[in-house]
C-alpha cells in the first residue's frame, strides 16, 4: 500500500464550513510559503463559496486572491470545488461559460477542479470535465455521498465508471453530511477501488463526530487521498484534523510521510486566528459541537438550521419534528435527490410549507417545481408521472441536459460590463453575482480613484456545500 496523501483545506472548505467563508486573502498570505513546504497532495485553496464571499463580504477580487495564492505556492497543486453547470453559482449557465470560467481558472493557477453535481447527474458535469481535459487541468470527478433506498455501493460505483469513462483523472466520495459511517466508508472504497483504477479521494465533515474513523476506515479500505483541516481550523462542521491523522497512520504501512513538527507550526500560525474568530463572533461555538441528528433523519447539519431558522420565523419553532419527518417523504416524492446545495435548500422549504400550510404540497415553491420539472437535471429515481403533473401541471418535463436550453451569454455580459470591465475575468465574476460584482467593480473604481466608499459586511449564514 502506498502513502496516504493529504489535501489540506483550511484554505477554502474549513474556514467556509466554520466561518463562513470569512478569512481574508491578508491572513493566508504570511504562512503560505511553510504551507508549500508541507508535502501536501494538495491545497484546497478556491471555488465553493469563496467566490461569492470574496466579492459580496470581504471587497476582494477573488481571481486576484487566487494570483497572490499561486505567487506565494511554487511546488503544491491547488485545488477548487466547482459544480459543474453550477460552477460557482446557483443556476445552471451556458456552456460558453462554463468553458471560459475552467480556462481562466487553469490560467490563473488551478491545478485541480473537483467537479460534482447536486443530483449526480453526470450531463452536468460533462462540459466542464472536456474543458478541464482540454485546458490540460486535473479533473477529480465528485460522488454527491447520501443515503436513500435508491442508493448503494454498486449505484456509486457504477457513476464513477462512467465518470472515469469521461475522462475523470481521479474520484473524490464527497460527503458533505458526514453521513458516511466508518464501516460504510470502508465497504464503499472496495467497491470502488474494485470498478475503476484511477485514485480515489476522500472528503467528509465532522459534523456527526465520525470522520475521522470513517478516515481510518477508508484508508485501511485503500483509499489514496483524505481531505484534512490543520488543527485550529478542524472539528465541528469542518474536517478531521490535519495533525491527528497523520500521527495515527505514523509508522504504518499508510504513513503520510508528513512531518508533525512543520504541521505543528501551520497550526501555531492559525492558533490566533481562531481566537479572533472567536471573539469577533465568526465563530460560533455551535459549529464546533457534534450533531447526530443527521444521522438519524439524513439532514445535513447547514440544511437543520436552515429548517430551524425557516420556523422561526413564521413562529412555529414547534412544528420542527414534523418536518423532520416530512422531510424524507418530500425527498420520496422528488426521486431521491442526495441533500447539497440546492436540493438540500429546496426539499427542506417544501417540507416547512407542507407542515406549516396543513395539506401536503398546497403551496409549491418555484424552485421545487424546477427540480420536479427537470431543471436542475435527472433525479436518481424517475418521479411519478401523477406527482409530476399535480406539482407542475401542463408543463412539459425536461428530458434532455438542462443546459441545451441555454443560449450562449459571453458576449452579452461583456456588453453589459464594458464599462467596469478592468480584467477579463470580470465577465465570469458578473456573469455568476450580478449586483453584487457590479457593486464590487464599482467600490473597486471609487478605491482607485479615491473615493471614499466604506464596504458593508452583512453577517450571512454558513453556505453548506
Not at 33 to 47: F, Q, R, T, V
Amino acid at each position: 500500500m502506498a502513502k496516504v496523501k493529504i489535501t489540506e483545506t483550511v484554505l477554502r472548505d474549513s474556514h467556509q464550513s466554520l466561518i463562513a467563508t470569512r478569512m481574508t486573502t491578508e491572513e493566508m498570505l504570511p504562512i503560505l510559503s511553510k504551507m508549500d513546504a508541507i508535502g501536501y497532495h494538495s491545497l484546497e485553496a478556491w471555488g465553493g463559496a469563496t467566490f461569492d464571499a470574496c466579492l459580496r463580504f470581504l471587497g476582494e477580487d477573488p481571481w486576484e486572491r487566487l494570483r497572490k495564492i499561486r505567487d506565494k505556492v511554487k511546488n503544491t497543486k491547488l485545488q477548487m470545488l466547482f459544480r459543474g453547470q453550477n460552477i460557482l453559482g446557483y443556476r445552471h449557465y451556458a456552456d460558453d461559460v462554463v468553458e471560459y470560467f475552467v480556462q481562466k481558472s487553469i490560467a490563473n493557477g488551478i491545478d485541480i477542479l473537483r467537479i460534482f453535481d447536486a443530483l449526480n447527474d453526470s450531463r452536468n458535469l460533462k462540459c466542464a470535465i472536456d474543458a478541464t481535459k482540454r485546458e490540460g487541468g486535473h479533473v477529480q470527478a465528485a460522488i454527491s455521498y447520501t443515503v436513500s433506498p435508491a442508493h448503494s455501493n454498486e449505484s456509486f460505483a457504477k457513476y464513477a465508471k462512467e465518470l472515469e469513462e469521461m475522462g475523470a483523472d481521479s474520484i473524490c466520495i464527497k460527503d458533505m453530511a458526514g453521513l458516511l459511517t466508518p464501516y460504510a466508508a470502508y465497504d464503499l472504497v472496495k467497491a470502488l477501488k474494485e470498478t475503476v483504477s484511477i485514485p480515489l479521494q476522500l472528503h467528509t465533515h465532522y459534523t456527526t463526530g465520525l470522520a475521522s474513523m470513517t478516515v481510518l476506515k477508508a484508508v485501511e479500505a485503500g483509499v489514496d487521498i483524505v481531505d484534512a483541516a490543520i488543527s485550529p481550523m478542524a472539528l465541528g462542521t469542518s474536517q478531521p484534523p490535519t495533525e491527528a491523522i497523520v500521527a495515527t497512520l505514523a509508522g504504518s504501512e499508510y504513513d503520510t510521510g508528513l512531518d508533525l513538527e512543520k504541521l505543528n507550526e501551520i497550526g501555531a500560525y492559525f492558533t490566533p486566528l481562531r481566537e479572533k474568530y472567536i471573539e469577533s463572533g465568526l465563530l460560533d461555538p455551535k459549529m464546533l459541537k457534534v450533531d447526530v441528528k443527521g444521522l438519524i433523519y439524513q439532514v445535513p447539519g447547514g440544511m437543520l438550521s436552515n429548517l430551524v431558522s425557516q420556523l422561526k420565523q413564521q413562529g412555529k419553532s414547534e412544528k420542527l419534528d414534523e418536518v423532520l419527518a416530512e422531510v424524507p417523504r418530500v425527498r420520496a416524492d422528488a426521486g431521491y435527490p442526495p441533500l447539497v446545495t440546492p436540493s438540500s435548500q429546496i426539499v427542506g422549504t417544501q417540507a416547512v410549507l407542507n407542515v406549516i400550510m396543513g395539506e401536503r404540497y398546497k403551496m409549491v415553491s418555484k424552485e421545487f417545481k424546477g427540480l420536479v420539472r427537470g431543471e436542475y437535471g435527472k433525479t436518481p429515481v424517475e418521479i411519478d408521472s401523477e406527482f409530476r403533473k399535480k406539482i407542475i401541471g401542463a408543463e412539459k418535463p425536461i428530458t434532455g441536459r438542462p443546459a441545451d436550453a441555454l443560449k450562449p451569454e459571453l458576449e452579452t455580459l461583456r456588453e453589459q460590463i464594458k464599462k467596469y470591465a478592468e480584467q477579463e475575468e470580470d465577465v465570469l465574476s458578473y456573469a455568476l453575482f450580478e449586483q453584487v460584482a457590479v457593486k464590487f467593480f464599482e467600490e473597486r473604481k471609487n478605491k482607485k480613484y479615491g473615493v471614499d466608499s466604506e464596504h458593508s459586511d452583512a453577517k450571512v449564514g454558513v453556505h453548506s456545500i
